[in-house]
């Protein structure tokens, strides 16, 4: 069969074409929660390779702070948890003060335990669902709070754009496994919160968007052998293997990039549907 591409005289507009708009992140900054490992890491490395600023933002003061060493110009770090609003709010405020302005906030920072409901134990801890839907939920929404409110002072771009929000999800949104009840709970109430903020944020010039990862290879699973590893890979139907984190990264770059990919879920997955256990 032969194909052929409509031109868009054919079409009857020659805008159809139009100029693929690509975003300038040179000289934008973004804070990045989570920012010190794994998915917010290779995130910082691709804002700072395509000549922006990060503001990173984690628990782990060690990576957090070699990380931001590493890159030097243009990175800063500052310790904290995602739980404590107030050292969140000073985050903000070091990001503003060193950058000048905020444009992108990328949520990456989670945990994720597992438990049964009714274990060994008997029922599962308060705590361990309150403390997972605190950091990934919870967390989440604060850093959107806090950034959001700085870069709604921005100035529009030619589109009015002020900057872009992406939280991470997980696939365990849609499909938790046995044991994910407070993982799968954190992570759907992302999916849930991003509709109407990126609704609210409209008026604002602030896109929102959330990525739902499904295996992707982080020190998250490092714990795992090889062979585990492998074998949950396998399970991916295409490509057959664990997500690499920059992969991850490019879809942000992606997000940033389309100014129609505002208010949905975008599974990153290889088409993977988890099993029930
Ligand atoms: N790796 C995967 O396969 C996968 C799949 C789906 C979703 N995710 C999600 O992606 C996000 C990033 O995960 P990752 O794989 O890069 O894991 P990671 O462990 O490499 O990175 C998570 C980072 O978050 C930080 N963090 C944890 N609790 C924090 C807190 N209370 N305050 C501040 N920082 C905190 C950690 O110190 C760490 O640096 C998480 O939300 C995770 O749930 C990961």
């Known amino acids: 069969m032969k194909y052929t591409i409509n031109r868009g005289k054919e079409l009857g507009t020659d805008s159809f074409f139009h100029k693929r708009r690509k975003m300038d992140i040179s000289a934008k900054t973004a804070f990045i929660s989570g920012g010190a ?14 000549g922006g600023n990060v503001m990173l933002f984690d628990l782990n003061a060690e990576r957090g702070a070699a990380l931001a060493g590493e890159l030097g110009e243009r990175a800063d770090f500052a310790q904290g948890d995602v739980q404590d609003s107030g050292q969140l709010a000073d985050a903000v405020a070091k990001g503003m003060e060193r950058f000048g302005a905020l444009h992108f906030c990328i949520c990456c920072a989670g945990i994720g335990p597992p438990a049964r409901v009714l274990g060994r134990e008997g029922p599962a801890s308060m705590d361990w669902f309150k403390g997972t839907v605190g950091i990934n939920l919870i967390g989440s929404f604060d850093t959107v709070r806090l950034t959001a409110e ?4 921005n100035d529009p771009d030619q589109e009015g754009e002020r900057g872009v929000v992406v939280m991470t999800a997980s696939v365990a949104a849609f499909e938790g496994q046995i044991g994910q009840a407070a993982y799968a709970a954190s992570k759907g109430g992302i999916v849930g919160m991003t509709l109407p903020i990126a609704r609210e944020f409209a008026k604002l010039g602030i896109r929102v968007m959330t990525i739902a990862p499904g295996l992707f290879d982080t020190p998250l699973l490092a714990s795992l052998p090889d062979e585990a590893k492998a074998s949950l890979g396998a399970q991916v139907p295409f490509p057959s293997r664990l997500g690499k984190p920059s992969e991850f990264a490019d ?9 129609m990919l505002n208010g949905s879920v975008i599974r990153l997955d290889g088409a993977i ?5």
Do not use: C, D, F, W
């Open 37 to 50: 490992s794994g998915l917010g890491e290779a995130t910082a490395r691709m804002i700072h390779q395509g």
């Open 273 to 277: 549907r988890m099993a029930p256990r």
């Open 150 to 153: 700085q870069i709604a002072k």
């Open 251 to 259: 879809t942000v770059r992606n997000i940033i990039n389309s100014p």
